[in-house]
């Protein structure tokens, strides 16, 4: 059974960082690309950054490009999100997506939501002005 689990949610002030952790279990977490969403109140769910399967290729949206970064740890089937300066327009729940490496996307990980065949359950990140 896979699993994703995210961690380091909260409440932080505008301009602070946070980091979240995504653990993988129940998949071979070196074959997948992974990606990190954000889904805010009413809005739909948007990729805010993807990994490739090696960590060599990553991938931002504009509205975090310089201030998120994506890593990952195959030995630890783990991947993170740095989050620096932080602002109220961040606040969302943030998912963690795994997405099966292909001949297409194994250089280029997807930003497309409908590519990843794995979710977590998604942490809140609250940032107060």
């Known amino acids: 059974q896979v699993q994703l689990v995210e961690s380091g949610g909260g409440v932080v002030q505008a301009g602070g960082p946070l980091t979240l952790s995504c653990a993988a279990s129940?998949?071979?977490?070196?074959?997948?690309?992974m990606g990190w969403f954000r889904q805010a109140p009413g809005k739909e769910r948007d990729c805010i950054t993807a990994?490739?399967?090696?960590?060599?290729?990553?991938n931002y949206g504009d509205s975090v490009k310089g201030r998120f970064t994506i890593s990952r740890d195959n030995a630890k089937n783990t991947v993170y999100l740095q989050m620096n300066s932080l602002k109220p327009e961040d606040t969302a729940v943030y998912y963690c997506?795994?997405?099966?490496?292909?001949?297409?996307?194994?250089?280029?990980?997807?930003?497309?939501?409908?590519?990843?065949?794995?979710w977590g359950q998604g942490t809140q990140v609250t940032v107060s002005s």
């Open positions: 129940g998949l071979t977490f070196s074959m997948y690309n």
């Open positions: 990994i490739n399967w090696n960590g060599e290729k990553t």
């Open positions: 997506a795994a997405d099966l490496a292909n001949i297409i996307t194994y250089a280029d990980p997807s930003a497309n939501p409908s590519a990843y065949d794995y």
